[in-house]
């Protein structure tokens, strides 16, 4: 099982861009599926982005496509997610997740390794 650690979390104002980065250590990276997810306080956690094993297949939800991009290094053992044209309702603690796994999945309950967290604040 790998761990997670996030970083590259702030505050911005709108319209600006965040890249968070994902370390994950541990053995067989490259057999996991990777996604990024967010929390607003008091809210369900949501998926904002996956990708598959290899990085050839890639997927957002809705609200962020065009915007958000997510991209893996199998060689470094990260995941990243470009934020650009960030809004105030971006605003929410981020997650990583690792879904064992070749495809990408979208679900919350495939994902068994979390990272702790990174703030995301947009407001002007």
């Known amino acids: 099982q790998v761990q997670l650690v996030e970083s590259g979390g702030g505050m911005v104002q709108p319209g600006d861009s965040l890249r968070l980065s994902c370390a994950a250590s541990?053995?067989?990276?490259?057999?996991?599926?990777m996604g990024w997810f967010r929390q607003v306080r008091g809210k369900e956690r949501t998926f904002v982005a996956g990708?598959?094993?290899?990085?050839?297949?890639?997927n957002t939800v809705d609200s962020v496509r065009g915007r958000f991009f997510i991209s893996r290094d199998n060689n470094k053992n990260t995941v990243d997610l470009q934020m650009n044209s960030l809004k105030p309702e971006d605003t929410a603690v981020y997650f990583c997740?690792?879904?064992?796994?070749?495809?990408?999945?979208?679900?919350?309950?495939?994902?068994?390794?979390w990272g702790q967290g990174t703030q995301v604040t947009v407001s002007s």
């Open positions: 541990g053995r067989d990276f490259n057999t996991y599926a």
């Open positions: 997740a690792a879904a064992p796994g070749l495809l990408l999945t979208t679900e919350l309950n495939r994902y068994i390794s």
């Open positions: 990708i598959n094993w290899n990085g050839g297949s890639t």
